[in-house]
C-alpha cells in the first residue's frame, strides 16, 4: 500500500470514527470527503469503495463495545447494573424492538439505497431535513423528560424510536440524530437517548457490515486488505474518542448547534455542487 492510500484510509477512518456517533451523519460525511476529494473509487473500484465505507464501521462498532461494555453485558445477563430490578430493566427485547423497523427496511431496499441514494446531492437533503427534525426535537420536545434512564424505557418507546431510525436509512440524515431526535420527542433526556442510540447501533452495524462483506466478498481485492486495516484502526480510536466527548456533551447542548453544523455543511455543499 503506498503511503497516499495509507493516508486516504487513515482519513476515512477519522471522518468515520468523529462522525459516527454524533447526529451529523457520518455517511454523509465520508461520501462528501471521497467524492469530492479522496475518490478512493478509482483504485479500489465503486462496489469496493461503498464496501469499505461500511466496513470500517465496524472499527466504530467496537468502540461502543469498549465504552459501554457493561450496559451490553447486562443485556444478556452477565452483568448487574446498580439500581436495576426484575421489573426495571432495560434488556435485548428494547434493543430488539428497536432495531426491527429500520433493519427490515435496510434489507428490503439495500440494493436501491447502494444504487440510487449514495451521492453528494440526496447527502445535501438528508443533512437539511435531519437538522429541521433535530431542532423540532429540541424545540416541541418535553421541557422536563420523563425518562432519564435507559432502566425507565418501555418497549412501546423502543418502538416508536426504532421507527423514527428508519429515516437514517437515507444517506446524510444520521442514525444517531434521527434516533435522539425521536428518543428526545417521546420524553427521554438526550444522555439517555443518545446510550439508547449507540447500543442500537451494535447489532445494527454489525448486521450491516457482515451483510456486505458477504455480498461483495468476492470483488475485494485482497491486495486492498491494508487499506481496510487502517480505515478500521482509524475509525476504532476515533470513534472511542468522539463517544466519550459527545456523552460528556450532548445533554448540555442539546441538539440545535449539530443542527446549525448540519444546515451550513448542507448550503456550502449546494454552493459547490449547483453553482
Not at 2 to 13: S, Y
Not at 62 to 84: D, P
Not at 113 to 137: K, N
Amino acid at each position: 500500500m503506498e503511503f497516499i492510500e495509507f493516508l486516504k484510509a487513515l482519513i476515512l477512518g477519522f471522518v468515520e470514527g468523529m462522525t459516527e456517533f454524533a447526529p451529523v451523519s457520518s455517511t454523509g460525511h465520508m461520501i462528501i470527503v471521497d467524492d469530492m476529494w479522496l475518490k478512493t473509487s478509482e483504485f479500489l473500484g465503486d462496489s469496493s469503495a461503498n464496501t469499505f465505507k461500511i466496513v470500517i464501521q465496524l472499527g466504530s462498532i467496537l468502540a461502543v463495545v469498549v465504552v459501554m461494555w457493561k450496559r451490553i453485558l447486562s443485556l444478556i445477563g452477565l452483568y448487574h447494573i446498580e439500581g436495576q430490578t426484575k421489573s426495571n430493566h432495560f434488556n435485548l427485547i428494547h434493543v430488539l424492538i428497536g432495531i426491527i423497523p429500520a433493519g427490515v427496511l435496510g434489507l428490503l431496499f439495500e440494493d436501491f439505497i447502494d444504487e440510487h441514494l449514495f451521492s453528494i446531492e440526496t447527502v445535501i437533503i438528508g443533512l437539511l431535513v435531519g437538522a429541521f427534525l433535530m431542532i423540532a426535537a429540541d424545540k416541541l420536545g418535553p421541557k422536563v423528560p420523563r425518562i432519564t434512564s435507559l432502566d425507565q424505557l418501555s418497549y412501546k418507546n423502543a418502538f416508536f424510536i426504532g421507527l423514527v431510525q428508519c429515516l437514517s436509512l437515507w444517506p446524510g440524515f444520521s442514525r444517531s440524530g434521527s434516533t435522539i431526535s425521536g428518543g428526545v420527542l417521546f420524553g427521554l433526556n438526550h444522555k439517555t437517548a443518545a446510550d439508547f442510540t449507540f447500543i442500537m447501533a451494535v447489532p445494527i452495524m454489525a448486521g450491516a457490515s457482515g451483510l456486505s462483506l458477504i455480498k461483495h466478498w468476492n470483488e475485494i481485492n485482497p491486495a486492498d486488505m491494508g487499506f481496510y486495516t487502517v480505515g478500521f484502526i482509524s475509525a476504532f480510536i476515533f470513534a472511542l474518542l468522539s463517544i466519550k466527548f459527545f456523552l460528556k456533551l450532548i445533554d448540555r447542548v442539546k441538539l440545535v448547534p449539530f443542527a446549525i453544523y448540519r444546515i451550513v455543511v448542507a448550503i456550502i455543499l449546494a454552493i459547490i455542487v449547483f453553482l
